[in-house]
């Protein structure tokens, strides 16, 4: 292949310039008869053996192919459907039917308690093949769902059959846990506030604002932004709806970025309660910082001491998953709808190193636990001697 | 242009009072607010008194020669006024309206409105003082302060005013609980409510049994600070159970001074509690 980087007016002002016709030679025949050969061994390749690995996104809109003519197909075909939030659909499509309820498999895959899942959508799958035979299949499902959130997973190892011509997928229902019908005395402790009127003598005091203070803080330089991580405690003896907002001053005291922790912080604190805060600068690099202001505030709110969350089997995992594990577990009696888990690192001098969250996908019933898993960054993770997690709850039926 | 009508307000009112006049107005030096009293005027003929004070004016019709009468609710805000008359020529003459002697009212501030037991000085009050029409009244005047607390007893202080304002600083009491702060003048008084609030725990010490299904029940005694004063329900005490690398936390809150929870039964497991920074006792569980 050549290229003429000449113009027209260029070859036209050449005289030594002589126009060349393309040759016809026997060259670009073998070639094309090369290429026609290697795409037909190609083809005959994929269809004899076929990828076993298989990726998509999911297409709520996607086209039902009813009769699956591979495993892989089966299980795209599964999640699509899964994804349109079909149920009667996905549920057509398995192979295991008798052994379970429709309303059953919907309730496995989005939960039965208003969680996090129950609003989740499946927003990519990967299908990979652990074990393929003439008649039957294991296939791994890795399932990314998008919530408000941000994103979870949750992987399957699904065995697909062949019936007849067709692949059917056997879904492995994890049936959800049910807390049998029962009375659960609680000693309930809530704080209500009257604050003062506006018929009040300007005189007269209004409840203060709870006392909270800023225990620990530490900036870091990561990438191409500047963290902020540090520890807020109430000092009081009543709730406090907190935040934690911070302005990174250059040398002339401009501000460079404000920011605020959002939802790595547990807003509601009870009395002597700390929790973490992380608060992101993005495209920002500590060098630029000269001082930091921070700005934590703090309201009087009616509050409820209930539900206590127990944290248990915390657990440090090395590399490559490096990672905080362990299990919630609901002491009171109300179903926790979505639970949200921030953990606290520390190193051997008990700085703090790292900030991080997870949302449990599963609602938290009484005494049942459900497992949770903050990722730690690998560099993160050598750093790291000790840990703190905190838990916060929603409960839907107090929001309404 | 809303900003020039005082001036030509200003210029209006200098002029006028910059004429020579016939006319002769006699304000008293000083006037109580709230009391009626009247002025003589000379000449003849007809006249229009402007008054012109913080928050009043008032533009009457009068006849030379009589005395112009002033009702008990005309003059009421405490300030300095200046009175224009304006007839064949003008004149001018300015008075202060000075507040009423009696005190009405008192805004009383107390601050903070919540604090920990046994703090000196900790409490701070505040009373400015007010006659019945709102105005400060400037000279001194005696307010006492009485501060009782939950367990009966009181501290009393006087102070004397200073331009419309006494204040004092008490002490928190030793036991929790609210106290009632209480300013008093001539009759009138004025109460705030400070909610004093234990301390710190002092110390905390818990006892472990087994409980069902494979548990620790985890009680801790009732949980005072060093008053010997109950900490407020809520505050979190924080139990930890470690046991072969894993970890178990639950923050729970005091419910009636006593904090309680449930932790796996792990045989040789290590249970510590603590609240805040003040740490507990440590518990190595055996099984039994």
């Given at each position: 292949m050549s290229a003429n980087f000449m113009s027209d007016d260029q070859q036209s002002a050449n005289p030594e310039f002589v126009e060349q016709k393309p040759r016809r030679t026997g060259t670009g025949i073998l070639f094309a008869l090369i290429l026609f050969a290697l795409t037909a061994a190609l083809i005959a390749i994929g269809t004899i053996w076929p990828n076993q690995e298989d990726s998509g996104v999911a297409e709520p809109r996607g086209r039902v192919v009813i009769s699956a003519s591979s495993p892989q197909v089966a299980v795209n075909d599964l999640l699509q459907q899964i994804a349109r939030r079909d149920w009667h659909a996905a549920y057509e499509l398995l192979a295991n039917k008798g052994e379970f309820s429709e309303s059953e498999f919907r309730n496995d895959i989005i939960g039965e308690y208003g969680s996090l899942r129950s609003y989740a959508t499946l927003n990519q799958f990967d299908v990979q093949s652990v074990h393929a035979s003439e008649d039957q299949a294991q296939m791994r499902a890795h399932m990314i769902w998008a919530s408000v959130v941000g994103t979870f997973e949750d992987s399957r190892d699904l065995r697909v059959v062949k019936n007849g011509r067709r692949w059917e997928v056997s879904w492995p229902l994890v049936k959800e846990a049910r807390v049998p019908p029962q009375v659960i005395p609680v000693n309930y402790l809530r704080w209500d506030v009257i604050y003062r009127g506006p018929?009040?003598?300007?005189?007269a005091q209004d409840v203060e604002a709870p006392h909270v203070r800023i225990v620990a803080m530490h900036p870091v330089d990561r990438a191409d932004e500047v963290i902020l991580m540090g520890e807020i405690l109430n000092e009081d003896v009543i709730p406090a709806f907190v935040t934690v907002k911070a302005s990174l001053l250059d040398s002339k005291g401009r501000v460079i970025g404000t920011e605020d922790a959002f939802d790595k912080i547990s807003h509601v604190l009870l009395p002597k309660q700390v929790s973490p805060f992380r608060i992101d600068f993005h495209n920002?690099?500590?060098?630029?910082?000269?001082s930091i202001r921070m700005q934590p505030s703090s309201n009087l709110v009616p509050a409820s001491a209930d539900p206590v969350i127990g944290i248990e089997s915390q657990k440090l995992n090395p590399l490559p998953n490096a990672s905080l594990s362990g299990q919630l577990v609901n002491q009171s009696g109300q179903v926790v709808n979505v639970a949200h888990v921030i953990g606290t690192f520390y190193d051997g001098g008990g700085q703090i190193v790292w900030v991080a969250d997870q949302y449990p996908s599963r609602a938290l019933l009484p005494g049942t636990p459900v497992p949770f898993q903050i990722t730690l960054p690998a560099d993160i993770s050598n750093k790291v001697k000790t840990y703190r997690a905190v838990t916060t709850t929603y409960i839907s039926s107090r929001i309404q | 242009m809303t900003g020039r009508i005082p001036l030509v307000l200003c210029a209006f009112v200098f002029a006028l009072a910059t004429v020579a006049a016939a006319q002769d107005l006699r304000f008293p030096a000083r006037v109580e607010a709230g009391t009626a009293f009247s002025i003589p005027t000379t000449g003849s003929g007809e006249a229009t008194l402007y008054v012109v004070g913080p928050g009043d004016a008032i533009a009457r019709k009068v006849h030379l020669g009589e005395e112009i009468e002033f009702e008990?609710?005309?003059?009421?805000?405490?300030g300095h006024y200046l009175a224009i008359l304006t007839g064949s020529s003008s004149v001018s003459t300015q008075f202060d309206v000075v507040p009423s002697r009696q005190p009405a009212s008192l805004s009383f501030l107390a601050k903070p409105s919540r604090l920990a037991v046994n703090?000196?000085?900790g409490i701070s009050g505040v009373t400015y003082i007010f006659d019945i029409f709102g105005n400060l009244l400037l000279k001194p005047e005696d307010v006492s302060f009485q501060l009782s607390d939950a367990t009966g007893g009181t501290q009393l202080r006087n102070a004397s005013s200073h331009e419309g304002v006494a204040w004092v600083q008490m002490n928190s009491a030793p036991k929790a609980g609210p106290a009632h702060f209480q300013a008093t003048l001539s009759g009138v008084h004025a109460t705030r409510i400070v909610e004093e609030v234990p301390g710190d725990p002092c110390s905390i010490h818990m006892t472990a049994r087994p409980a069902s299904s494979g548990r620790v029940l985890l009680q801790t005694d009732p949980v005072r600070d060093c008053n010997g004063n109950p900490v407020p329900d809520g505050t979190i005490v924080s139990f930890t159970e470690t046991h072969d690398g894993r970890v178990s936390t639950v923050d729970v809150p005091l419910k009636r001074s006593v904090a309680q929870t449930e932790l796996p039964a792990a045989s040789g497991a290590t249970i510590s509690v603590a609240a805040g920074v003040v740490l507990g006792n440590e518990i190595r569980w055996g099984g039994r």
């Open positions: 018929e009040d003598d300007w005189g920002t690099r500590l060098s630029q910082v000269d | 008990a609710d005309d003059l009421h805000n405490a703090r000196p000085d």
